[in-house]
C-alpha cells in the first residue's frame, strides 16, 4: 500500500481514502483508495502505463460532469485528469489538453472570433470527457469540429484522426476501446464577432431557462432516433420531426413522471430528462428511478431509454 502510494507520487499529487462526491456533478460517490490528480500531459499516459504493468484497477475522471458512481466507492486508483494547457495555433485551430475545461475552449474560440464552438457554451466537464461522449448541445457536437485526438492506448500514444475515433450520437471508440484522451485539436473557422456573441447568449438562455438547480448529471438519457416513434408522427411537436430527434424529457413527462421521488433523488419538475439529487441521493435512488423511467417509457411507448451518464458499479 506504502509501495504504491510512493509510485503515485510521482506522477502528480495524491490523495488517499477521499470521498469521490465531492468530485462529481452528482455530488454521489463513496471514498477511493487513492486519487491522483495528474497536470502534465506526458505524466498522464506513463500513470496508466505504470498501472496496467502493476496489475492495478484503475479508473478515469475529469470534470465529473457525466458520472454516477457507486456509494461504496471506488476500491482502486481514481486517476482524475487536470492537465491544462490550452492554445491557439495557425490556420483557426485550437489545441487543449484532455483536462482543459470546455467553458476554456469555448472562451478562446469567441476571443479569436472564431466559430463553430458556440453550441458548447454552457456544457460543462472536459475536453477529454466530451471527445469521450462526443458531447454537443443545439444538434452540433464535439466530432464536427475536431481535427485530431492524441490518446493513449496499451502503452501507446499516437494521433487519431475524426474517422479513426468511431463518434456516433454522444459516443466514440473511446467508451470501449480503454483509450485515454490526452488531447485535442479544434478547427475552427473565422468568423463574425457579434454572430457568435448573438449564438451563445441566445443557446445560454436556452440552456439555463429550463435547468434545474440541484446536483445532476445533465440528461440522464440519451434522446431517440425518430424512427423509434411507433404511433402516427402527427402527435409529436413539429421540432421533433424538424430536429429528427424525441427527446427524452419529454417521453418521461408524457409518462407523468416528472417530480417522481425515490429517497433522496427525483425527476426534475423543470426537466423530465434530469435526475436531481436534492437531499444525499444515494447511487441506488438514482438507478430506482431510472429503471421506472425505462419501464414507464417502455410500455407506453415501445421506446427503449438507453443512459448517457456513465454508470459505475
Ligand atoms: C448541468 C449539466 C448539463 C450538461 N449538458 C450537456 C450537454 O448539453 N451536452 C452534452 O453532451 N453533455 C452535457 N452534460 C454532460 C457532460 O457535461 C458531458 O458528458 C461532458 O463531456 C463530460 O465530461 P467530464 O470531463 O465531466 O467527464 P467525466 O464525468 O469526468 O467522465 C465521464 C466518462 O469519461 C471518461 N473520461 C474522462 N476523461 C477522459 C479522457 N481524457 N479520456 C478517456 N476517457 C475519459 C471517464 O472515465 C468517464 O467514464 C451536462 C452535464 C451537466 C451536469
Redo the contacts with the bound molecule.
Keep these: 500500500m506504502n509501495g504504491l502510494y510512493n509510485e503515485l507520487k510521482n506522477f502528480g499529487q495524491v490523495k488517499t481514502n477521499i470521498l469521490l462526491a465531492k468530485f ?2 452528482f455530488k454521489i460517490g463513496g471514498p477511493a483508495k487513492f486519487l491522483v490528480e495528474v497536470t502534465e500531459s506526458e505524466k498522464l499516459g506513463k500513470l496508466l502505463t505504470y498501472l496496467t504493468s502493476a496489475g492495478e484497477d484503475y ?9 454516477l458512481l457507486p456509494d461504496a466507492g471506488l476500491d482502486k486508483v481514481v486517476v482524475q ?1 487536470k492537465t491544462n494547457k490550452i492554445e491557439l495555433l495557425p490556420d483557426n485551430q485550437i489545441f487543449a489538453d ?2 482543459v475545461q ?1 467553458a476554456a475552449v469555448v472562451g478562446l474560440a469567441l476571443k479569436n472570433n472564431l466559430t463553430g464552438m458556440e453550441w458548447g457554451i ?16 443545439m444538434g452540433q ?1 464535439t466530432w464536427h469540429v475536431l481535427k485530431l485526438v492524441r ?1 493513449w492506448q496499451n502503452n501507446e500514444t499516437r494521433d487519431w484522426t475524426p474517422d479513426e475515433c468511431g463518434f456516433t450520437y ?1 459516443s466514440s471508440a ?1 467508451k470501449t476501446n480503454e ?4 488531447s485535442a485539436i479544434y478547427q475552427l473557422q473565422l468568423g463574425d464577432r457579434a454572430q457568435i456573441t448573438t449564438a451563445m447568449q441566445t443557446y445560454l438562455k436556452q ?1 439555463t431557462g429550463r ?1 434545474p438547480s440541484f446536483p ?4 440522464f438519457f440519451k434522446n431517440n432516433d425518430l424512427d423509434k416513434w411507433q404511433k402516427d408522427l402527427k402527435e409529436l411537436p413539429p421540432l421533433f420531426i424538424e430536429r429528427k430527434k424525441i427527446p427524452t424529457g419529454w417521453l418521461i413527462e408524457q409518462c407523468g413522471l416528472a417530480g417522481y421521488t425515490v429517497g433522496g433523488a427525483k425527476i426534475s419538475d423543470e426537466h423530465g430528462n434530469f435526475l436531481i439529487n436534492f437531499d444525499n441521493a444515494t447511487q441506488t435512488d438514482v438507478l430506482t428511478i431510472m429503471e421506472k423511467a425505462q419501464t414507464e417509457v417502455y410500455n407506453k411507448f415501445g421506446i427503449n431509454l438507453e443512459p ?1 451518464v ?1 454508470i ?1 458499479s
Excluded: H, K
Design positions: 462529481t456533478t479508473f478515469v475522471l475529469a470534470g465529473g460532469s457525466n458520472l485528469v484532455a483536462g470546455m454552457g456544457v460543462p466537464g472536459s475536453v477529454g470527457g466530451a471527445v469521450r461522449g462526443n458531447a454537443g448541445a457536437d490518446a454522444r473511446f483509450a485515454l484522451v490526452l440552456r435547468y445532476s448529471a445533465g440528461s448517457e456513465e459505475v
